[in-house]
C-alpha cells in the first residue's frame, strides 16, 4: 500500500495514468475511494493522485487530531515526494476547501483549482452568512437527503448504499477535523494567487445554493463558473460522465 511519511504522519495515496498531473481531494464523508468513477477517465490523459487526507481512509490522524489547516500542506508534501512540480487539484466539499488553501499559500505549485459544490470557506461577510443560512436549511434534510437526490436513491439503492458505507473507514469526519470550518482566505487573496480558480454546483445541489456560488464567482476575480442543471451536492457520485466531461473541459484549457 502506497504511503509516505508527510508532516510526521502516514499518508495514503494512489497515482495512476501518466501525464499532467491532477489530485483530487475528497469530502468530509468519503476518502481516495470516492474517485473511483474518475480515476479510470481521466489517468486516460493526467498523472492523477487521489489521497486520504489526514484522519481519513488509510491515512493516520496525527497528534491531537486532524486539523484541516495542515491538509494544503500535506498535499505539497505529497507532491514533493511524488516529484511533482506543479499540479491543478479538483476539491469536493471539504476537499474543495483545502483547494483554495494550497492556491493561496503555494502558488507556484498550483495549476488551478477546481471547486466543486463549495465556495472554498472564504473569507467575506456576505458570502460567510449566505453559506450559514444554506448550512441551516440542509440541516432541516437527512444527512444522505443533503448529498444525492431522492430518484437517485430510488433508482440507484447499491450505489447508495456503498456511498453511506465508505465515511465508515474514516476515523474522522467534518465534526471532528479542527477548523474544517475556519475562514478561509479572503477574495482578494485568491485574486492575487493569480491561481485560476473554477467553480462547479448544481442548482439543485442542498447545501450550497446558487446564489452562494455565483457571489464567489464574483467576488474571485478572473474565475469561471458552470453550473450543472438538475444536479445534487454529490454529482461525481451520482452523474460521473457529466461530472468528467466538465472537468475534462477545463482541465484542457489549463493543460494547453
Known amino acids: 500500500m502506497p504511503t509516505a511519511k508527510i508532516n510526521g504522519i502516514n499518508l495514503y495515496y494512489e497515482v495512476h495514468g501518466d501525464g499532467p498531473a491532477v489530485i483530487f481531494l475528497h469530502g468530509s464523508g468519503g476518502n481516495h475511494v470516492i474517485w473511483w468513477q474518475q480515476v479510470g477517465y481521466f489517468s486516460q490523459r493526467y498523472k492523477v493522485v487521489t489521497v486520504d487526507l489526514r484522519g481519513f481512509g488509510k491515512s493516520d490522524e496525527g497528534a491531537g487530531g486532524p486539523d484541516a489547516l495542515q491538509f494544503p500542506a500535506d498535499v505539497v508534501g505529497l507532491m514533493d515526494h511524488l516529484k511533482i512540480e506543479m499540479a491543478a487539484v479538483v476539491g469536493q466539499s471539504l476537499g474543495a476547501t483545502a483547494c483554495l488553501r494550497l492556491a493561496v499559500e503555494y502558488p507556484n505549485r498550483t495549476a488551478a483549482v477546481v471547486l466543486a459544490a463549495s465556495a472554498g470557506n472564504m473569507n467575506h461577510a456576505e458570502l460567510s452568512d ?96 458552470t453550473v450543472v442543471p438538475n444536479a445534487p451536492h454529490s454529482l461525481y457520485w451520482e452523474n460521473p460522465p457529466v461530472f468528467n466531461c466538465l472537468i475534462d473541459q477545463y482541465l484542457m484549457t489549463v493543460f494547453r
Open 130 to 225: 449566505l453559506t450559514a443560512a444554506d448550512r441551516r436549511k440542509a440541516d432541516e434534510l437527512a444527512v444522505l437527503d443533503r448529498l444525492m437526490s431522492k430518484t437517485f436513491q430510488q433508482r440507484e439503492p447499491e450505489l447508495t448504499w456503498l456511498f453511506q458505507q465508505l465515511g465508515t473507514f474514516n476515523a474522522a469526519g467534518h465534526g471532528t477535523v479542527h477548523n474544517a470550518s475556519k475562514k478561509g482566505p479572503t477574495p482578494a487573496e485568491v485574486s492575487a494567487s493569480k491561481v485560476p480558480v473554477h467553480f462547479l454546483v448544481g442548482d439543485r445541489d442542498a447545501v450550497l445554493s446558487l446564489k452562494t456560488m455565483r457571489l464567489a464567482h464574483q467576488l474571485v476575480a478572473g474565475s469561471t463558473l
